[in-house]
C-alpha cells in the first residue's frame, strides 16, 4: 500500500499548479484514487479465491482419481500393465480413510470458497471499480485540461503536457509493458499445458511397455493428468492472459496512430484553442474506452456473464 501511495503521490506532483489545488481536480483525483485503490483490492480477493477453488477442486480430483485407481486390489495376471505397487498400498484402510478425509475437505473447500465468491461478489467488484476508475483517469485529464485554460496560456499548455503524458505516453508504456507480461504467461501456461498432455499421451506408451520400474510412473501419470490439465485450462480462463496481450497490442497500436498527429494538440495548446486540444484528446480517450470495453467483455465471459 505504501509503493502504491508513493506512486499516487508522484503522479500528483506531476500535475501543474494552480491545477493540482484547485478544488474541482482534488475532488476527482480523489475519487479516481479511491476507485483504483477498491480495484486492487477486490482484483487480489477475486484472484486469490480462483486459485483457492483451483487448488481445492484440483485437489480433490488427484484425491479421487488415486482411490478409484486402488479401489480393487492388484490382478493376479503378471501380464496386466498395471502397478501393483500402488494398488496394493492404496487399498490399505488406513490409506483410504485418510484420502477420503483429504477429500472431504478439499471439497469442503471448493464448496467454501463458491459461497464466499457468490456473496462478496468480488468478480463483479474489480470490474466496477476497474472501469470507474479508469473513466476517473479521462475525466481528470479533461478537467486539468479545463482548469489549466481558465488560469491562461501557460496554465493551459502546462495542464495540457500532463493531460497527454498521463492520458498517452503513460498508457504507452503500460499497454506495451502489459503486452509482454500477458505473452509471456501465456507462453508458460501453453507450455505447462502441453507438458501435461504430453505425459499423459505418454501413459499408455509406458503401460504397453510392461517394464516394471515404469509402472508405477505411469500410473501416477495416467491418475493424475487429466486433473491437472483441467487446472491448467481453468486457470488460463481466469487469468485471460492471452487475450489480454492482443488486446493491450490492439490498443498500443491504436494509440501510436493517434500519437502520429500530436502536432495538432501542441498547435492546439500554442494557439490556446481548447475545443481543439479537447477534440484531440477525445481521441485517446476513445481508444481507451475500446480498450475498456474490451476488458468487461472479456471478464464477463470469463465468469459466464455475457
Known amino acids: ?28 483525483h480523489t475519487a479516481r484514487e479511491a476507485r483504483a485503490a477498491l480495484s486492487r483490492g477486490a482484483q487480489a480477493s477475486y484472484r486469490n479465491g480462483q486459485r483457492w477453488l483451483i487448488i481445492a477442486s484440483t485437489a480433490a480430483a488427484l484425491v479421487g482419481g488415486l482411490l478409484l485407481y486402488g479401489f480393487d486390489p492388484p490382478t493376479a495376471d503378471a501380464d496386466a500393465p498395471t502397478s501393483a505397487l500402488l494398488r496394493t498400498w492404496l487399498a490399505q484402510d488406513q490409506v483410504r480413510i485418510a484420502l477420503g478425509l483429504l477429500q472431504s475437505a478439499a471439497l469442503a473447500g471448493v464448496a467454501w470458497g463458491a459461497h464466499l465468491q457468490r456473496r462478496l461478489r468480488t468478480n463483479f467488484t474489480w470490474l466496477e471499480h476497474r472501469l470507474e476508475a479508469e473513466k476517473g483517469r479521462i475525466a481528470c485529464a479533461m478537467t486539468a485540461l479545463r482548469i489549466g485554460y481558465r488560469h491562461g496560456p501557460e496554465s493551459f ?73 483441467s487446472a491448467v485450462t481453468t486457470w488460463e480462463s481466469v487469468s485471460g492472459d ?21 502536432a495538432a494538440f501542441e498547435a492546439a495548446l500554442a494557439e490556446n484553442d481548447l475545443d481543439a486540444a479537447e477534440a484531440w484528446l477525445e481521441q485517446v480517450a476513445e481508444v481507451l474506452r475500446a480498450d475498456h470495453a474490451v476488458f468487461e467483455a472479456l471478464h464477463k465471459a470469463e465468469v459466464g456473464q455475457g
Open 1 to 28: 500500500m505504501a509503493k502504491q501511495d508513493t506512486a499516487a503521490g508522484r503522479a500528483l506532483a506531476r500535475v501543474p499548479e494552480p491545477v493540482r489545488s484547485d478544488p474541482e481536480f482534488i475532488a476527482c
Open 157 to 229: 499548455r502546462a495542464a495540457g503536457v500532463f493531460a497527454v503524458r498521463d492520458l498517452l505516453d503513460d498508457q504507452l508504456i503500460y499497454f506495451d509493458k502489459a503486452r509482454a507480461l500477458h505473452a509471456v504467461r501465456a507462453q508458460r501456461l501453453l507450455k505447462v499445458g502441453g507438458g501435461i498432455a504430453a505425459a499423459g499421451a505418454a501413459f499408455a506408451a509406458l503401460q504397453g511397455l510392461g517394464i516394471a520400474e515404469l509402472l508405477l510412473a505411469a500410473a501416477l501419470v495416467g491418475v493424475l493428468s487429466p486433473a491437472l490439465n
Open 242 to 262: 492471452a487475450e489480454r496481450a492482443r488486446s493491450s497490442l490492439a490498443a498500443w497500436f491504436a494509440l501510436t496512430e493517434v500519437s502520429g498527429r500530436r
